[in-house]
């Protein structure tokens, strides 16, 4: 599957961005998508998950309560609600797709097979 994000920019701190990845070339609603984001010098970092099925949703304590993951199966997209951005969340975000994924191997950049091109959020202090 192919995937295009979009949505990044330039936000205060205490601001908030809905990034957006819309998907093309498989059958969106098969796939479990997640939202990576690699800063600076650091290594790539899991934001948020949604599975195929259900719809279960997986954060880390780190964006918990200021991310929402949601899907839209019939627009084949998959959204990132940010608030409440912190500079720390700066870095380039990447929307990634796996298929067949158990609830333990969302948070694993290794169980995903396409990945979107990244899309960059600055948050300003």
């Known amino acids: 599957v192919q995937l295009q994000a979009s949505g990044g920019g330039l936000v205060q701190a205490g601001g908030s961005l809905r990034l957006s990845c819309a998907a093309s070339g498989g059958t969106f609603s098969s796939y479990t998508m997640g939202w990576f984001r690699q800063a600076p010098g650091k290594g790539r970092e899991f934001v948020a998950g949604?599975?195929?099925?259900?719809?279960?949703?997986v954060y880390p304590d780190s964006v918990k309560g200021r991310f929402t993951i949601a899907r839209d199966n019939a627009k084949n997209t998959v959204y990132l609600q940010m608030n409440s951005l912190k500079p720390e969340d700066t870095a380039v975000y990447y929307c990634?797709?796996?298929?067949?994924?158990?609830?333990?191997?969302?948070?694993?950049?290794?169980?995903?097979?396409?990945w979107g091109q990244g899309t960059l959020v600055t948050v300003s202090s």
């Open positions: 990634a797709a796996g298929r067949n994924l158990i609830l333990s191997s969302v948070s694993s950049q290794n169980s995903y097979v396409d």
């Open positions: 949604i599975r195929s099925r259900g719809g279960t949703t």
